[in-house]
């Protein structure tokens, strides 16, 4: 005890050390980051070691884990996604989970810019096997590699900013599961997955089918990523799967502009009443071996669920078919997913923006559906 004291108080002095620095070197904070992070009873035997030591059925590899609520209460340590270590390289690592703080893509309501942030608070709740016994973090080693800096004034370069650090992220093979968010940054993340994987599958879940050709005139906003996509030749029309899109429209035409495409649309009425699971066996079919990336919009799921997000619609996905999707995936080549527009508004602004998220019920569904995607990608022990 007296030992782990220390340890506390080696890491606050370092921090305050930082604070106080004139010269604030953002490697040497995320470095401290980390070992704040991992500062346990369990690991202060060993200085600061970059990773916690792997369980005894993974290999001979030092694999991160999550800071337990059994080592430190779920109200204290570095609020990262799951209170994993925080680094900026991805040098070693497997997956990682990395924000993506934009929200000036939005149509109606913002707030998805809050999105990273309340999706880590609310993901210290967490524990590392899921209900079906996936056990991620003894078989990949994952970090939370923080957020995209980006210009939130210009959409355009925002996006391009979002493609150079996706494309420094997944350089060594590390798989990105990102917080968004508004719908507008996975066209910039499906750019930098391109250059890597070539033409990708897409398993997307949402609302909204996201393929307008423009909106209010411009090219680059959350209703139009996938357009630019298909453009871009990013995404195979021919293995792409829309699923839970509903909603009013502009026109009568629905739907036809995508399926002209080759998408398979399943509008939210093929899913009422009734298990997803048959519909991944499809998906899994589709896209048999090819790399797959997931983007999965948080206002699929009904508002009565998630009511935190931009743009709801009525009739909606219930949390149980979003995790039949989420676990459906599971045997997929993964490359990377997604889970944006969740759009919290933060308690302290409550007097001046409508609190969308009550209880920060969405931002909880969008943290378990990260670990859901984690526990789905490939190399992780199939769950039981
Ligand atoms: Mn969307």
Redesign the pocket.
């Known amino acids: 005890m007296i030992q782990n004291l220390h340890l506390h108080f080696e890491t606050m002095t370092m921090l305050r050390g930082l604070l106080h620095s004139t010269t604030f070197n953002w490697a040497s904070f995320t470095s401290v980051s980390s070992r704040v992070a991992l500062a346990s009873p369990s690991s202060h035997s060993v200085a600061f070691p970059p990773s916690r030591p792997a369980s005894s059925e993974s290999s001979s590899r030092c694999l991160n884990k999550p800071l337990s609520s059994n080592d430190m209460p779920r109200m204290g340590g570095i609020a990262s996604f799951m209170r994993l270590p925080v680094q900026s390289d991805t040098q070693g690592l497997d997956a990682c989970f990395v924000g993506v703080p934009l929200d000036t893509g939005t149509s109606n309501r913002s707030g998805a810019r809050a999105g990273p942030r309340q999706i880590r608070c609310e993901s210290v709740l967490l524990r590392p096997f899921n209900s079906k016994g996936a056990d991620p973090f003894s078989c990949l080693n994952v970090a939370d590699v923080g957020d995209v800096r980006l210009n939130m004034y210009n959409l355009p370069e925002a996006c391009e900013h979002i493609r150079q650090r996706f494309s420094e992220v997944i350089q060594n093979g590390c798989v990105p599961l990102t917080l968004g968010g508004?719908?507008t940054i996975?066209y910039p993340i499906l750019q930098a997955i391109k250059d890597r994987h070539g033409p990708v599958g897409l398993v997307?879940v949402?609302?909204?089918?996201?393929v307008s050709d423009t909106m209010l005139g411009a090219k680059i906003t959350?209703?139009t990523?996938f357009r630019r996509a298909l453009e871009e030749h990013l995404i195979d029309p021919h293995a792409t799967v829309q699923i839970g899109l509903r909603g009013t429209t502009h026109t009568a035409e629905g739907n036809a502009w995508q399926i002209r495409q080759g998408f398979r649309v399943v509008p939210v009425e093929e899913c009422w009443y009734r298990s997803l699971v048959p519909l991944m066996e499809e998906v899994r079919t589709l896209m048999g071996n090819r790399p797959v990336y997931l983007?999965f919009?948080i206002?699929?799921i009904d508002p009565g669920f998630c009511p935190g997000t931009g743009?709801p619609e009525i009739g909606g996905l219930t949390p149980i078919q979003a995790l039949e999707v989420v676990r459906g995936c599971a045997g997929l080549n993964l490359v990377g997913c997604d889970l944006?527009?969740a759009s919290v508004t933060h308690r302290q602004n409550t007097r001046v923006a409508p609190p969308y998220d009550f209880e920060g019920t969405t931002a909880l569904t969008a943290a378990n559906l990260l670990f859901e995607m984690l526990c789905v990608l490939p190399g992780v022990t199939a769950p039981r």
């Not at 949402?206 to 996201?210: I, K």
């Open positions: 508004d719908h996975t997307h949402d609302a909204h089918s996201d959350h209703g990523p983007s919009d206002d699929a743009t944006v527009e």
